[in-house]
């Protein structure tokens, strides 16, 4: 008998197992990062970042080229006071790519909108950027830096419609004793496909609270990345979705737990109707060797309203300390309360509008925390034509 010398093939910071000599990443904290799109893998739909998504449809975006001019508007008015003068060297603080198309994204963006909420100044009302597609054929790579000064307070909102193949990154600094939320609302054509790679940073503490909202589109992908690096800071990540036939609605979140005594809520709802609607939600929270006294928790509920709708929904949590206040994670998909139903019709409302009032009521948890009270109305009637819509079907 020979015995082999030769040491498997095993990814830093992995353990071998009974898969074979090769060892695949398995956590978000070992994922590699480059800014070099070469250096990145093209997507087959076998890795454990695109299990999950179809990768066909994102083959417009996989193109180390530039993008068509005019393809995505952004409308400035609105937060032209806050705009940055200065040159931003974006990424050098800690933004990395993580897949393709963000190294594209990065590499490609015909420059960068930096947003800025000075130190120690509270905002009188939220900045909203408005983000226009033209054209479902038409490619696009965008670069949106977000930051707030030290002890600033402020609202920025992303406000997609229209129609593109649109990547972008954002990048978000919240810095000591901040106080920062930011929504990003997808409601797209149905012949759109936006992948988003959001990274954040959040220092001493400061709040972020991250809102994602998605409502339509053909393949929207929202991916929060949240670094609470700071003492004492917390991070709060809540997303809304409703997907109908044919639309493939996903977000996968990162938080990971640097600094000590941070605190992270993350909890995401999601809705589907039809056959062919889809929502994915991967949930991953890392609590660092030095997050002492961390309090963390994760949760993703999914109501399904229709055969054949489908939810995946996956959280992992990996703590690297046992000095923490607490940590847990949940998941759950399920079809109407019946007893729910049964309790409003018995009160005279007719089954059509007691559908409605679970779905919005479901959904609303959510929607209600965005704290702009005319945007939260737009989302309800969004919701509300959705489910009209699928009941005329």
Do not use: C
């Amino acid at each position: 008998m020979t015995t082999s010398t030769e040491a498997p093939q095993v990814v830093p910071g992995s353990l071998a197992h009974s898969d074979g000599p090769f060892v695949p990443v398995q956590t978000r904290s070992e994922r590699p990062t480059s800014f070099v799109p070469e250096e990145l893998p093209m997507p087959t739909g076998r890795e454990v970042n695109f299990l999950h998504t179809p990768v066909d449809r994102l083959r417009g975006l996989l193109v180390d080229e530039p993008g068509d001019e005019g393809a995505v508007q952004y409308d400035l008015d609105g937060v032209e006071a806050h705009l940055s003068a200065d040159e931003v060297a974006s990424g050098d603080e800690f933004f990395r790519p993580e897949d393709r198309m963000a190294a594209i994204a990065f590499k490609q963006a015909p420059g960068v909108i930096h947003l800025s909420i000075p130190a120690n100044e509270e905002l009188d009302a939220p900045l909203i950027l408005p983000v226009l597609g033209t054209g479902a054929d038409k490619r696009a790579f965008g670069h949106i830096v977000i930051e707030a000064g030290a002890n600033a307070r402020g609202t920025v909102v992303l406000d997609h419609k229209g129609s593109a193949q649109y990547a972008q990154n954002v990048e978000i600094i919240a810095r000591d004793g901040s106080d920062l939320t930011v929504i990003s609302v997808q409601r797209w054509d149905e012949n759109s496909v936006h992948v988003a790679a959001h990274q954040a940073r959040v220092d001493k503490d400061a709040t972020l609270t991250h809102i994602v909202a998605s409502l339509s589109g053909g393949l929207v992908r929202v991916n929060p990345s949240v670094q609470l690096s700071g003492s004492g800071s917390e991070g709060k990540l809540f997303g809304v979705s409703f997907a109908d036939p044919g639309e493939h609605l996903e977000s996968q979140v990162y938080l990971h737990h640097k600094g000590p005594h941070t605190k992270g809520d993350v909890l995401y709802k999601s809705a589907l109707q039809g056959e062919t609607a889809r929502t994915v939600w991967v949930g991953d929270v890392l609590i660092g060797p030095d997050a002492v006294g961390t309090d963390s928790y994760e949760a993703n509920r999914n109501l399904v309203l229709t055969t054949g709708a489908r939810a995946d929904s996956i959280p992992n949590l990996e703590i690297e300390t046992g000095d923490i206040r607490g940590a847990g994670h949940a998941s759950a998909t399920g079809r109407f309360d019946d007893e729910q139903l049964f309790y409003l019709q018995a009160r005279g409302i007719d089954e059509e509008e007691a559908r409605r009032l679970v779905v919005v009521g479901f959904l609303g948890e959510i929607v209600q925390k965005i704290g702009i009270d005319s945007l939260e109305q737009e989302l309800f009637d969004a919701i509300t034509v959705e489910l009209d819509r699928g009941a005329d079907k």
